[in-house]
């Protein structure tokens, strides 16, 4: 059984920073593209930020140049930094892990990011 854990969501103002962390339990073999994945209100769940092992990682359009996905592999343990957020930002976030074609894929039971003045 996988199990994600995410941590790190909270209330923070315009322009801040938060850093949410996912730690990686179970049977993780071939379980090689770890990302994150939001769901604004009002919209549909949307891509974040991946990355695969190799440590190539992509970025949605809107948040390029404000978030970085990281990993610490000793840990199991991947890390989305946010910074200069926008009250856009506010959503549901939630940790994802799979295999590269998808047929395995998991994930966190989601955190929330409230972005207000």
């Known amino acids: 059984q996988v199990q994600l854990v995410e941590s790190g969501g909270g209330l923070v103002q315009p322009g801040g920073s938060l850093r949410l962390s996912c730690v990686v339990s179970?049977?993780?073999?071939?379980?090689?593209?770890m990302g994150w994945y939001r769901q604004c209100p009002g919209k549909e769940r949307e891509l974040v930020a991946t990355?695969?092992?190799?440590?190539?990682?992509n970025y949605a359009d809107s948040v390029k140049g404000r978030f970085t996905i990281s990993r610490d592999s000793a840990k199991n343990t991947v890390y989305l930094q946010m910074n200069s957020l926008k009250p856009e930002d506010t959503a549901v976030y939630y940790c994802?892990?799979?295999?590269?074609?998808?047929?395995?894929?998991?994930w966190g039971q989601g955190t929330q990011v409230t972005v207000s003045s």
């Open positions: 994802n892990a799979r295999t590269s074609g998808g047929f395995y894929n998991y």
């Open positions: 179970g049977s993780i073999f071939r379980l090689n593209v």
């Open positions: 990355m695969i092992t190799t440590g190539s990682t």
